[in-house]
């Protein structure tokens, strides 16, 4: 594909088609889901706190009087949280054409989920991995659908240590520990292509990551509001390798898009490589299985039958 200076106009119109982005309250999910709304998309705007989420769809229907939007309560934190939301998502919608696992913590105090997981590991990898898995069918369902995982160029850091996932017999270290979520996303993005062309899916995963950009995720702290506050794209720009992602036209499955500025800190989308070790096919297979084990849900890659039109 060609990697002229990408922008939202390159985006073709999304009308009839469903677009979950989790954490869409601010920040780059918050672009995300205003850009697709302004496509047409309806868009779901898929949030832990529904007061932040109501103050941002009606954010978005301030300039936009037409955006189809639905406020709806996810805590990628919390697997119940996440199953209720999506048997209540499934209730309501026949199709999902469009599935953003944007929603993350970054650098936080030593802390867990409500299920016992480290919290970057727990909502930025486990979390997003279930509501994939849970939302499934309906992904299948749909001609031409898309997961994004948003990763980090962090992951070039990440490396997994799976005898302490939950940073209980190391001593805590926040950084490596956001690195090996986000090294994770990668993992979770190209193991589901490799199991959705071997089961002949009409279902494409890909990934970005924003570069450096002016987000709440900076809230805890330190190094990165330094470095944000001299170096951060805005949030706009951030936004634009996950729309490509979400929307490019060429895309075949496992792509990872990027700003393609210096260090990656920001510029327009393109696709790059990423680390040699995130395509590390036996420790993808080893956190698939642990994920599933962890989380108690499993991939279904039965061949669902085709009940939606294309798009």
């Known amino acids: 594909m060609k990697n002229e200076k990408w922008t939202a106009e390159n985006i073709p119109n999304q009308k009839g088609k469903v677009a979950i982005v989790t954490g869409s309250s601010s920040g780059i999910g918050y672009e995300a889901a205003r850009v697709l709304a302004d496509k047409q998309a309806t868009v779901i705007i898929a949030v832990r706190n529904l007061e932040k989420g109501n103050a941002a769809a009606a954010k978005i229907l301030q300039h936009n009087k037409e955006a189809d939007l639905k406020v709806m309560e996810l805590d990628v934190a919390n697997l119940e949280s996440i199953e209720s939301f999506a048997q209540e998502f499934k209730k309501t919608y026949l ?15 030593v802390s867990k989920t409500k299920d016992g997981f480290e919290l970057q590991f727990g909502t930025n990898h486990l979390g997003h991995f279930a509501l994939t898995a849970q939302l499934l069918d309906v992904l299948t369902n749909t001609v031409g659908a898309r997961v994004v995982n948003v990763s980090s160029s962090a992951h070039r850091l990440g490396k997994l240590n799976f005898d302490d996932l939950a940073w209980e017999k190391r001593t805590y270290f926040a950084a490596r520990a956001y690195s090996d979520s986000k090294i994770a996303n990668l993992y979770f993005t190209f193991e589901l292509d490799r199991k ?14 924003p570069g450096l950009t002016a987000t709440e995720l900076k809230r805890y ?4 509001n330094f470095l944000t506050g001299f170096f951060a794209q805005d949030v706009a ?16 499955g496992g792509e990872f898009f990027s700003p393609d500025g210096f260090l990656e800190l920001g510029g327009y989308p393109v696709e790059v490589k990423p680390s040699k070790l995130s395509k590390d096919e036996k420790i993808a297979a080893k956190l698939w299985a642990v994920s599933e084990e962890l989380t108690k849900v499993k991939f279904e890659f039965n061949k669902q039958s085709r009940q939606l039109a294309a798009a």
Request: hydrophobic share 45%.
């Open 237 to 252: 720009m951030g936004a634009l390798p996950v729309l490509r992602a979400a929307t490019e036209k060429e895309i075949k």
């Open 95 to 109: 199709r999902l054409d469009l599935l953003i696992n944007n929603a993350g913590v970054m650098v936080p105090p």
């Open 221 to 224: 702290g330190g190094v990165m």
């Open 196 to 209: 959705l062309k071997e089961n002949k899916l009409d279902l494409t995963t890909t990934a970005a990551h």
